[in-house]
């Protein structure tokens, strides 16, 4: 376990030292904010009935969204792993006494978490001081601001699972590049990263639900904004701790199995 | 205890040949060669021995570290490293060796060096007293105090491959592979990496198994060398008997007072000039010895010194024996 921690902080530490990324990351995000919001309003103020939140609910969505987006950011990888595999340097990680894919999950935990730790305070902050339905609003109820923590590490979780799924490509298509493409914008869409889910139509969300991409940033925040009831947040736990077990056991399967006809390249 | 035996790996390989056509063909069917990188690979190792491993590139020298590493499982025969299958006891058997794969970096790219080893000495759970003793003998033989307090990027080669075999050792591994260490490397910084290499297989008794194509490595480090070459080993023996196997001529370099040296008929002359000689002869028809009486009872010799054939020259002549 000991040396799962340092795997951790070593890449932790790594992330942390790259703060104009940080600034620039926090402005973008902020823009990005400001203007989903706008465009939200634009639609909001030709009537309210239609829509599945309040206003005020989907602001804090949004800016929850932003402030934790490199938790579950689907287009971010690690690409010193993706070089590892396509240039042969994982030859020197298979020499270690320690299990590949947990090193790797470690790895894009701390990667992924160094960037959330620059960037959510300032842009809760902020967001935070906005005037009423603009800003981000306290958790619903203290169910929400306790059931909020547990569902953000479970979706943590599926996120980095999956994400596992998308390097263990590499071992098979020696380019990641289309399969990353792929995937991101399929998932990206699919996760509610571009529309809330609760936009969805009637007929797609259940089949949305299902999938495992419901269970990343999804079911966290709409916890936090008290569009779940308190059972229907146990029930999207739930899902998520089933797609966290489901991933990472097909995670170290298909890994045991690529390793067993690897090909270190080069040399 | 090192002890292959009969082992064999394949790769296959996606081959197409060059043109539009081809590429459109391979985008249905694609055609794979077989290549053999390795075929029946037989050898022993003892422990606290210093073996270099040769060969032409593509011969499968690092195909057989990786075996040995436990990183590639061969497609049959058998491998026991103390006791061990590699491939399949890994995590055991890892914890007992040491790897230095020259071409790579296992150093963390943008933290100070000092945090990768403490990261090495925490996967292989190295006790901190252990760890202590290890860092501190190492950066003293190593000469890298200074330096581990830096990035691993702003490092040097030689910087970077002293702090590299630094961190292979830190869990006092049994055996070391080599695979290339002074690749790259400026005169000052192979002879450190050699120096080094040759202290810690004295005084730990460590085995190493080392592959270079520098030929001054060999000669400078191993007794025992390994020829392999096409996935086969081609010869097993000591430097010594690779060189007299190959050749028995001996180049006498000679400086002395006078004109010119008086000459046996054996003796050919390759340069004879102001005082400075180089001599050739065959050991065989004259030896060393009388050579050296006879020249130095003809004329007032100041310096005498004897070449074998020139190790570089010798392997390219025995890849050309077995037509590597």
């Given at each position: 376990?000991?040396?799962?921690?340092?795997?951790?902080?070593?890449?932790?530490?790594?992330?942390?030292?790259?703060?104009?990324?940080?600034?620039?990351?926090?402005?973008?995000?902020?823009?990005?904010?400001?203007?989903?919001?706008?465009?939200?309003?634009?639609?909001?103020?030709?009537?309210?009935?239609?829509?599945?939140?309040?206003?005020?609910?989907?602001?804090?969505?949004?800016?929850?969204?932003?402030?934790?987006?490199?938790?579950?950011?689907?287009?971010?990888?690690?690409?010193?792993?993706?070089?590892?595999?396509?240039?042969?340097?994982?030859a020197?990680?298979l020499c270690?006494p320690?299990?590949l894919?947990?090193?790797?999950?470690?790895?894009?935990?701390?990667?992924?978490?160094?960037?959330?730790?620059?960037?959510?305070?300032?842009?809760?902050?902020?967001?935070?001081?906005?005037?009423?339905?603009?800003?981000?609003?306290?958790?619903?109820?203290?169910?929400?601001?306790?059931?909020?923590?547990?569902?953000?590490?479970?979706?943590?979780?599926?996120?980095?699972?999956?994400?596992?799924?998308?390097?263990?490509?590499?071992?098979?298509?020696?380019?990641?590049?289309?399969?990353?493409?792929?995937?991101?914008?399929?998932?990206?869409?699919?996760?509610?990263?571009?529309?809330?889910?609760?936009?969805?139509?009637?007929?797609?969300?259940?089949?949305?639900?299902?999938?495992?991409?419901?269970?990343?940033?999804?079911?966290?925040?709409?916890?936090?904004?008290?569009?779940?009831?308190?059972?229907?947040?146990?029930?999207?736990?739930?899902?998520?701790?089933?797609?966290?077990?489901?991933?990472?056991?097909?995670?170290?399967?298909?890994?045991n199995?690529?390793l067993k006809k690897v090909v270190v390249?080069?040399? | 205890?090192?002890?292959l035996?009969?082992i064999r790996k394949?790769?296959?390989?996606?081959?197409?040949?060059?043109?539009?056509?081809?590429?459109?063909?391979?985008?249905?069917?694609?055609?794979?060669?077989?290549?053999?990188?390795l075929?029946?690979?037989?050898?022993?190792?003892?422990?606290?021995?210093?073996?270099?491993?040769?060969?032409?590139?593509?011969?499968?020298?690092?195909s057989t570290i990786k075996i040995m590493s436990g990183v590639l499982t061969p497609d049959s025969g058998e491998c026991l490293i103390?006791?061990r299958v590699p491939w399949k006891e890994r995590a055991a058997h890892v914890?007992?060796i040491?790897?230095?794969?020259?071409?790579?970096?296992?150093?963390?790219?943008?933290?100070?060096?000092?945090?990768?080893?403490?990261?090495?000495?925490?996967?292989?759970?190295?006790?901190?007293?252990?760890?202590?003793?290890?860092?501190?003998?190492?950066?003293?033989?190593?000469?890298?105090?200074?330096?581990?307090?830096?990035?691993?990027?702003?490092?040097?080669?030689?910087?970077?491959?002293?702090?590299?075999?630094?961190?292979?050792?830190?869990?006092?591994?049994?055996?070391?592979?080599?695979?290339?260490?002074?690749?790259?490397?400026?005169?000052?910084?192979?002879?450190?990496?050699?120096?080094?290499?040759?202290?810690?297989?004295?005084?730990?008794?460590?085995?190493?198994?080392?592959?270079?194509?520098?030929?001054?490595?060999?000669?400078?480090?191993?007794?025992?060398?390994?020829?392999?070459?096409?996935?086969?080993?081609?010869?097993?023996?000591?430097?010594?008997?690779?060189?007299?196997?190959?050749?028995?001529?001996?180049?006498?370099?000679?400086?002395?007072?006078?004109?010119?040296?008086?000459?046996?008929?054996?003796?050919?002359?390759?340069?004879?000039?102001?005082?400075?000689?180089?001599?050739?002869?065959?050991?065989?028809?004259?030896?060393?010895?009388?050579?050296?009486?006879?020249?130095?009872?003809?004329?007032?010799?100041?310096?005498?010194?004897?070449?074998?054939?020139?190790?570089?020259?010798?392997?390219?002549?025995?890849?050309?024996?077995?037509?590597?």
């Amino acid at each position: 376990m000991r040396k799962y921690l340092s795997f951790f902080r070593i890449r932790f530490l790594a992330g942390l030292q790259y703060r104009a990324a940080a600034w620039a990351g926090i402005a973008t995000q902020f823009a990005w904010g400001g203007m989903s919001i706008l465009m939200y309003r634009a639609f909001y103020q030709s009537g309210q009935s239609a829509f599945p939140m309040e206003f005020s609910q989907l602001s804090s969505y949004i800016w929850m969204q932003q402030a934790f987006l490199a938790m579950f950011m689907v287009w971010f990888y690690d690409n010193e792993i993706f070089d590892h595999i396509t240039s042969g340097s994982i030859a020197y990680e298979l020499c270690r006494p320690c299990d590949l894919y947990s090193m790797w999950f470690v790895k894009n935990m701390a990667i992924r978490l160094s960037r959330v730790v620059l960037r959510c305070a300032p842009i809760l902050l902020v967001a935070a001081l906005l005037p009423a339905p603009y800003g981000v609003t306290l958790p619903a109820s203290l169910e929400a601001a306790l059931l909020f923590p547990i569902s953000m590490l479970l979706g943590f979780l599926v996120m980095v699972a999956f994400s596992m799924l998308v390097y263990i490509s590499a071992f098979y298509t020696i380019s990641p590049n289309g399969v990353r493409i792929l995937v991101t914008s399929v998932l990206e869409f699919l996760a509610g990263g571009v529309l809330p889910i609760p936009f969805f139509p009637d007929w797609l969300r259940p089949v949305m639900y299902a999938l495992p991409f419901a269970s990343m940033q999804n079911t966290p925040y709409l916890i936090y904004v008290g569009h779940f009831a308190a059972g229907d947040a146990l029930g999207g736990m739930v899902m998520q701790l089933f797609w966290v077990i489901a991933l990472v056991l097909m995670g170290k399967g298909w890994m045991n199995r690529a390793l067993k006809k690897v090909v270190v390249q080069g040399g | 205890m090192i002890e292959l035996k009969n082992i064999r790996k394949t790769f296959r390989v996606a081959k197409r040949n060059a043109g539009l056509k081809a590429a459109a063909k391979a985008l249905f069917r694609k055609e794979y060669t077989e290549i053999h990188a390795l075929q029946d690979v037989s050898f022993k190792i003892n422990d606290g021995e210093m073996i270099g491993y040769i060969g032409p590139n593509g011969a499968g020298k690092s195909s057989t570290i990786k075996i040995m590493s436990g990183v590639l499982t061969p497609d049959s025969g058998e491998c026991l490293i103390n006791g061990r299958v590699p491939w399949k006891e890994r995590a055991a058997h890892v914890q007992e060796i040491g790897v230095v794969f020259g071409q790579r970096s296992q150093l963390w790219w943008d933290v100070p060096v000092i945090d990768s080893f403490e990261l090495i000495r925490d996967i292989y759970r190295v006790p901190e007293e252990k760890y202590r003793k290890n860092l501190e003998d190492l950066t003293e033989l190593l000469d890298i105090g200074e330096i581990v307090k830096t990035p691993a990027r702003q490092l040097s080669l030689g910087q970077r491959m002293r702090c590299e075999i630094a961190a292979s050792l830190l869990h006092d591994p049994r055996i070391l592979f080599l695979d290339e260490p002074t690749i790259g490397l400026d005169a000052v910084s192979k002879i450190a990496v050699r120096d080094f290499v040759k202290t810690i297989n004295r005084e730990k008794g460590t085995t190493v198994i080392l592959t270079t194509h520098d030929m001054q490595d060999i000669e400078a480090l191993t007794e025992r060398i390994l020829l392999i070459g096409k996935g086969k080993i081609l010869l097993d023996g000591s430097l010594e008997q690779l060189k007299s196997r190959k050749s028995t001529h001996r180049t006498l370099t000679v400086d002395y007072v006078g004109e010119r040296l008086p000459l046996l008929p054996e003796m050919q002359v390759k340069k004879d000039l102001d005082g400075h000689a180089e001599i050739v002869l065959d050991t065989e028809k004259l030896s060393i010895s009388d050579a050296i009486a006879h020249i130095s009872a003809a004329a007032e010799v100041k310096d005498i010194s004897v070449a074998g054939e020139n190790i570089d020259d010798l392997v390219v002549s025995l890849y050309k024996e077995f037509a590597l």
